[in-house]
């Protein structure tokens, strides 16, 4: 991954929206051409993007997790995510981007968004593979998108806004980590994980413990472990961990703040459980990290 050692690029809805409808849609096989991003560099965007390729080859990373870009898949890349493609082939597919006041005009609730659990600011975010049965339903939904995006005077917000639900509607229902088919256990668990991760972006620095987020929720340590497990593959300990190693590696590649300023951040007493924290997870400590990543 050619990462750019500096400050990391956040582009900006503004920017990707200039001279559109405010509801940039294009074509995957455009974006090199029409985007002033550099594809090469790892970068931020402030609004939603979903990535939908009928056709491609190369490799996605997202927060530091490498993904194989493959035909008939579909990536959710959340506000804020640094992400970077390096595509090897001529790629042929969509881009569709909104943002937060995109979907609550169009009434687009954040439920469904995070029901969707290839939507993830931390941790794994994998594509979602698109069957051969339903690929006509997605093509269809996307070309709709366009047709509307460009022909309508009035309500075309409104109209592109319908079909962006009917897609993620799509996207949810076909997502591979929903396991449960007891709907009354979906949604407690729904509700749990929500609720979770909600806490979890705000209390990483602070909270550091299962127990911590289970008093929240009023469960127990193990019955929170399980009920995030079963929705997405990884205990809640995993993604408090995950959570706090990529704000770590954001922090150590992206600025030059000290390995004694960061764990007081990410909120360790010592800098030495900071280090050894790392290194259990990484296998490398903090300082090799950020002197094997920037020489790559």
């Known amino acids: 991954m050619n990462q750019l050692h500096k400050e990391i690029k956040t582009y900006t809805f503004s920017e990707k929206s200039e001279n559109s409808s405010g509801f940039p849609l294009i074509r995957r096989e455009d974006a090199k051409r029409n985007s002033r991003e550099t594809p090469e560099n790892p970068h931020r965007h402030d609004y939603y993007t979903i990535f939908f390729f009928e056709k491609g080859e190369g490799t996605h990373f997202i927060d530091f997790m490498e993904y194989k870009v493959e035909d008939s898949t579909v990536y959710f890349i959340l506000p804020g995510q640094m992400h970077q493609l390096v595509l090897t082939t001529q790629p042929v597919g969509w881009i569709i981007t909104f943002t937060e006041e995109f979907l609550i005009a169009n009434s687009i609730p954040e439920k469904l968004i995070n029901d969707i659990y290839l939507f993830n600011d931390y941790g794994q975010s994998p594509p979602l593979p698109v069957r051969d049965k339903d690929l006509p339903v997605y093509k269809n939904l996307i070309e709709q998108m366009y047709h509307f995006s460009q022909s309508l005077e009035t309500y075309t917000l409104e109209a592109v806004g319908s079909l962006v639900k009917l897609f993620l509607i799509q996207s949810n229902n076909h997502c591979s980590l ?88 990410l909120g360790f007493e010592e800098s030495a459980h900071f280090n050894n924290f790392f290194k259990k997870i990484t296998g490398q400590t903090p300082s090799e990290f950020r002197a094997f990543a920037r020489q790559s």
């Open 178 to 265: 929903r396991k449960n088919n007891n709907l009354q256990l979906i949604e407690t668990g729904n509700h749990i994980l929500r609720t979770f991760k909600q806490r979890l972006s705000e209390k990483y620095a602070r909270h550091h413990m299962v127990s911590d987020y289970a008093a929240d929720l009023a469960v127990t340590a193990d019955y929170l472990n399980k009920t995030v497990k079963n929705l997405t593959g990884k205990s809640a300990k995993d993604h408090i961990q995950s959570k706090l190693i990529t704000e770590a590696k954001r922090s150590l590649l992206f600025s030059n703040i000290s390995n004694k300023e960061l764990s007081y951040e």
